[in-house]
Protein backbone atom coordinates (compact mmCIF):
# COMPACT_ATOMS: atom_id res chain seq x y z
CA UNK A 1 0.00 0.00 0.00
CA UNK A 2 1.13 3.55 -0.86
CA UNK A 3 2.01 5.29 1.92
CA UNK A 4 -0.29 9.01 1.69
CA UNK A 5 0.81 12.32 3.81
CA UNK A 6 -1.57 14.75 5.21
CA UNK A 7 -1.55 16.30 1.99
CA UNK A 8 -2.13 13.53 -0.39
CA UNK A 9 -5.14 12.87 1.99
CA UNK A 10 -6.18 16.60 1.73
CA UNK A 11 -6.19 16.30 -1.67
CA UNK A 12 -8.14 13.20 -2.01
CA UNK A 13 -10.70 14.30 0.28
CA UNK A 14 -10.80 17.86 -1.71
CA UNK A 15 -11.35 15.16 -4.87
CA UNK A 16 -13.70 13.17 -3.57
CA UNK A 17 -15.80 16.00 -2.64
CA UNK A 18 -15.69 18.14 -6.13
CA UNK A 19 -13.83 16.29 -9.10
CA UNK A 20 -13.93 19.63 -10.79
CA UNK A 21 -11.57 21.12 -8.51
CA UNK A 22 -8.94 23.49 -10.40
CA UNK A 23 -5.38 22.49 -9.82
CA UNK A 24 -5.43 26.04 -8.45
CA UNK A 25 -8.09 25.56 -6.15
CA UNK A 26 -6.54 22.37 -4.82
CA UNK A 27 -3.25 24.28 -4.58
CA UNK A 28 -4.67 27.41 -2.16
CA UNK A 29 -6.40 24.65 0.07
CA UNK A 30 -3.59 22.51 0.36
CA UNK A 31 -0.81 25.39 0.74
CA UNK A 32 1.03 24.10 -2.28
CA UNK A 33 2.41 25.35 -5.56
CA UNK A 34 -0.16 24.60 -8.78
CA UNK A 35 3.15 22.13 -10.21
CA UNK A 36 3.21 20.61 -6.95
CA UNK A 37 -0.59 19.24 -6.48
CA UNK A 38 0.01 18.38 -10.52
CA UNK A 39 3.28 16.46 -9.31
CA UNK A 40 1.20 14.78 -6.22
CA UNK A 41 -1.95 14.09 -8.73
CA UNK A 42 0.48 12.13 -11.37
CA UNK A 43 1.78 10.63 -8.57
CA UNK A 44 -1.59 9.43 -7.03
CA UNK A 45 -2.76 8.59 -10.89
CA UNK A 46 -0.30 6.08 -11.77
CA UNK A 47 -0.50 4.46 -8.90
CA UNK A 48 -4.06 4.07 -9.53
CA UNK A 49 -5.16 5.01 -5.95
CA UNK A 50 -7.26 7.20 -8.04
CA UNK A 51 -8.69 5.55 -10.58
CA UNK A 52 -10.35 8.32 -12.46
CA UNK A 53 -12.78 11.17 -12.65
CA UNK A 54 -16.79 10.93 -12.95
CA UNK A 55 -19.66 12.68 -12.96
CA UNK A 56 -22.37 11.05 -10.82
CA UNK A 57 -25.79 10.44 -12.67
CA UNK A 58 -29.39 10.08 -11.68
CA UNK A 59 -30.75 7.59 -13.97
CA UNK A 60 -34.28 7.86 -13.33
CA UNK A 61 -34.35 11.35 -14.71
CA UNK A 62 -33.02 9.01 -18.36
CA UNK A 63 -35.79 7.10 -17.75
CA UNK A 64 -33.93 4.64 -15.98
CA UNK A 65 -36.38 3.80 -13.66
CA UNK A 66 -35.42 0.44 -12.38
CA UNK A 67 -32.17 -0.53 -10.21
CA UNK A 68 -31.49 -4.16 -9.82
CA UNK A 69 -29.17 -6.49 -8.07
CA UNK A 70 -28.52 -9.99 -10.06
CA UNK A 71 -26.95 -12.53 -8.37
CA UNK A 72 -25.83 -15.23 -10.13
CA UNK A 73 -24.25 -19.17 -9.90
CA UNK A 74 -22.33 -18.90 -12.73
CA UNK A 75 -21.33 -22.19 -14.62
CA UNK A 76 -17.88 -23.22 -13.94
CA UNK A 77 -15.74 -22.83 -17.36
CA UNK A 78 -18.22 -19.73 -18.65
CA UNK A 79 -16.30 -16.93 -16.69
CA UNK A 80 -14.58 -15.30 -19.04
CA UNK A 81 -17.90 -15.15 -21.99
CA UNK A 82 -20.01 -13.79 -19.08
CA UNK A 83 -17.92 -11.24 -18.22
CA UNK A 84 -17.84 -10.67 -21.93
CA UNK A 85 -21.66 -11.17 -22.16
CA UNK A 86 -22.03 -8.29 -18.93
CA UNK A 87 -19.51 -5.70 -20.80
CA UNK A 88 -21.95 -5.37 -23.69
CA UNK A 89 -24.95 -5.08 -21.88
CA UNK A 90 -24.93 -1.46 -21.76
CA UNK A 91 -27.42 -1.16 -18.67
CA UNK A 92 -24.86 -2.93 -16.09
CA UNK A 93 -23.25 -0.58 -13.96
CA UNK A 94 -20.82 -3.32 -11.80
CA UNK A 95 -20.04 -7.06 -11.58
CA UNK A 96 -18.62 -8.33 -8.34
CA UNK A 97 -17.31 -11.97 -7.46
CA UNK A 98 -18.30 -12.69 -3.94
CA UNK A 99 -18.69 -16.05 -1.71
CA UNK A 100 -21.79 -17.98 -0.60
CA UNK A 101 -24.26 -19.91 -2.68
CA UNK A 102 -24.27 -17.16 -5.89
CA UNK A 103 -20.90 -16.82 -7.26
CA UNK A 104 -21.32 -13.36 -8.80
CA UNK A 105 -23.40 -10.39 -8.06
CA UNK A 106 -24.50 -7.65 -10.65
CA UNK A 107 -25.86 -4.40 -10.36
CA UNK A 108 -27.87 -2.69 -13.30
CA UNK A 109 -30.49 0.21 -14.29
CA UNK A 110 -33.51 -0.67 -16.37
CA UNK A 111 -35.49 1.16 -17.98
CA UNK A 112 -38.79 -0.67 -16.82
CA UNK A 113 -39.20 -4.89 -14.96
CA UNK A 114 -40.06 -6.24 -18.96
CA UNK A 115 -36.35 -5.25 -19.76
CA UNK A 116 -34.90 -6.41 -16.24
CA UNK A 117 -36.47 -9.74 -17.12
CA UNK A 118 -35.53 -10.33 -20.25
CA UNK A 119 -31.86 -9.15 -19.43
CA UNK A 120 -32.26 -11.92 -16.69
CA UNK A 121 -33.69 -14.52 -18.57
CA UNK A 122 -31.07 -14.09 -21.00
CA UNK A 123 -28.24 -14.45 -18.29
CA UNK A 124 -29.70 -18.01 -16.53
CA UNK A 125 -30.27 -19.40 -19.73
CA UNK A 126 -26.36 -19.31 -20.68
CA UNK A 127 -24.52 -18.84 -17.43
CA UNK A 128 -26.89 -20.28 -14.52
CA UNK A 129 -29.57 -19.94 -12.00
CA UNK A 130 -29.92 -16.36 -10.61
CA UNK A 131 -31.97 -14.41 -8.13
CA UNK A 132 -33.17 -10.83 -9.16
CA UNK A 133 -33.24 -8.21 -6.07
CA UNK A 134 -35.17 -4.97 -7.20
CA UNK A 135 -34.15 -2.14 -5.01
CA UNK A 136 -36.70 -0.18 -4.11
CA UNK A 137 -35.13 2.59 -1.99
CA UNK A 138 -31.46 3.54 -1.24
CA UNK A 139 -31.25 5.25 1.90
CA UNK A 140 -27.54 5.59 2.15
CA UNK A 141 -25.24 5.77 -0.94
CA UNK A 142 -21.39 6.85 -0.79
CA UNK A 143 -19.81 8.09 -3.32
CA UNK A 144 -17.22 8.81 -1.13
CA UNK A 145 -15.53 7.66 2.25
CA UNK A 146 -13.00 9.95 4.80
CA UNK A 147 -10.29 8.02 4.08
CA UNK A 148 -7.84 9.36 6.95
CA UNK A 149 -10.30 8.44 9.16
CA UNK A 150 -9.78 4.89 8.19
CA UNK A 151 -6.60 4.43 7.27
Known sequence: MEKLDSVDLKILSLLQQNARYTLKDIAKEVELSTPAVSSRLEKLESSNIIKGYTALINYSTLGLNINAIVSVDVIPGTKQEFIEFLKQQKCILSLDWVTGKY???????????????????????RFGSSVVQVILHTDLERTSLKIDDII
Open 103 to 125: SAVVKGVFADIEALNQFNNSLSE
